[in-house]
């Protein structure tokens, strides 16, 4: 007997369930581990950006300043974005735009009410967060799940955003590459 | 005279006379259009424009927020009877003439924010006590999202005004766009402003709002040292 198909949204339930299991902001500024070290690196590699060392922010002031660096790597956000632009067109092949978008729509909208709260708690915990850096972190986090949303639905298994979303998972906060940094939160 | 009513309930409302549950589809329809619109033309382009990492994950924050107020408005509209196509750009409804131009630059959107956002703020707030309770609910619910988009606006406005060449940017652009802006609430002699204050769904004339928001729009310029053009009235 064959096994039945799975529904053609049925990656983005999983990546629901995923991201609700995930342990969002939970480690912010917490000595850096192997797994963390390992996970960074694997994200470095897929960008392709040349050789990153890796850096970390230890508090918030510092992740906002680096945020706002001006030696911060555009290369960076442009790479993810192409590479989201193009696995975007792969996956509107496949599921239809308006079905596509509905359910990437939807699926960020809950799950950055969720990551909000959790950025809340964590900024809560930590102390001196910009009242907006909240904000950022939510939208940061909610990104990286639609990036992972598209990447699966267009039928890619090993992207660089499947890098990323394990920094989140594990409650890092990748910042972004700053001058040949990649920093983590 | 009409008796007031309340509908405390999605359900409640199928037995709301006719006219009251037309009234309260259009209100849902228009906001759920026009959320998805603004995401759509303004927020999820500005995304490329913002300077920094801070500005542009601040800005996907506010797209988000803003599909999801869509999502919301959709998600109701849907528990009402209304068909999806109908609160989706593109199948009826024309858009407001605001989302005809396509966003160039980083101060047109902190413009947007600033000026638009705000308009936004008081249709929102003419709902916080509507007799369609799912409604009111509603925009209780999204005010707090709409009003920091308007915070994010003044945030960054203070931040362009601090270099002269950054304000004669956001000059320019709040010249472009503001004039847009005050047709946003409605013609003055509107049937359907009529019906909506007839049932206490919605509280204020178009002109009350309108003469408000020109009222907040000159004061939240005013602070930041920036000037409004002269807009001719609707109609």
Redesign the interface.
């Known amino acids: 007997m064959t096994p039945a198909a799975d529904p053609p949204l049925a990656p983005l339930d999983r990546l629901r369930a995923e991201a609700r299991a995930a342990s969002w902001f939970a480690a912010l500024g917490e000595p850096l581990v192997e797994g963390d070290l390992a996970d960074a690196e694997a994200y470095a590699d897929a960008l392709d950006l040349g050789t990153l060392s890796i850096g970390q922010a230890h508090d918030w002031p510092e992740a906002e300043r680096l945020l706002k660096s001006p030696d911060w790597s555009s290369a960076w956000w442009d790479r993810e974005e192409a590479l989201r632009r193009t696995l975007l067109r792969q996956a509107e092949t496949l599921h239809g735009e308006r079905e596509l978008w509905t359910a990437l729509t939807e699926l960020t909208t809950d799950v950055g009410e969720f990551v909000h709260g959790k950025a809340a708690t964590a900024a809560s915990r930590m102390g001196d967060a910009a009242k907006a850096s909240v904000h950022v972190a939510a939208g940061a986090a909610s990104q990286a799940v639609y990036q992972l949303a598209v990447a699966r639905m267009a039928g890619e298994t090993a992207s660089l955003f499947e890098s990323k979303f394990r920094l989140f998972a594990a409650g890092r906060w990748p910042l972004g590459v700053v001058s040949t940094r990649l920093v983590l939160f | 005279m009409t008796q007031p009513i309340i509908v405390k309930t999605v359900e409640e409302l199928k037995d709301a006379p006719e006219e009251y549950r037309e009234a309260v589809g259009k209100l849902v329809i228009s906001h759920a259009i026009n959320e998805l619109y603004g995401a759509q033309v303004f927020d999820e382009p500005a995304i ?1 424009y913002a300077p ?3 500005a ?7 797209a ?2 803003e ?2 107020h ?3 408005f959709k998600q109701l509209g849907v528990q009402m009877g209304i068909p999806e196509e109908r609160m989706i750009p593109g199948t009826g409804k024309r858009p407001l003439s605001i989302f005809e131009f396509p966003l160039k630059t980083w101060e047109e959107f902190v413009a947007i924010k600033l000026l638009a956002d705000l308009a936004e703020i008081l249709q929102v707030e003419d709902l916080l006590h509507c007799t369609f309770h799912p409604l009111r609910n509603l925009a209780r619910a999204t005010m707090p999202e709409e009003r ?1 988009h308007a915070q ?1 606006g003044e ?1 960054f406005t203070a931040e362009l005004v601090k270099t002269p060449e950054g304000k004669a940017r956001l000059q320019a652009a709040v010249d472009e766009y503001f004039p847009y802006l005050p047709s946003f609430f409605g013609g003055s002699k509107s049937r359907n402003n009529e019906i909506f204050r007839k049932w206490n769904i919605k509280q204020r004339t178009n002109d009350e709002m309108r003469a408000d928001y020109m009222t907040r729009a000159t004061e939240v310029a005013t602070k930041y040292g920036l000037t409004l053009p002269e807009v001719r009235q609707a109609a």
């Not at chain 2, 542009?56 to 506010?62: F, G, M, P, S």
């Open positions: 490329a920094t990492p801070y542009k994950w601040l800005t996907c924050r506010v988000m927020e599909y999801g869509h999502v919301r920091f994010f945030d």
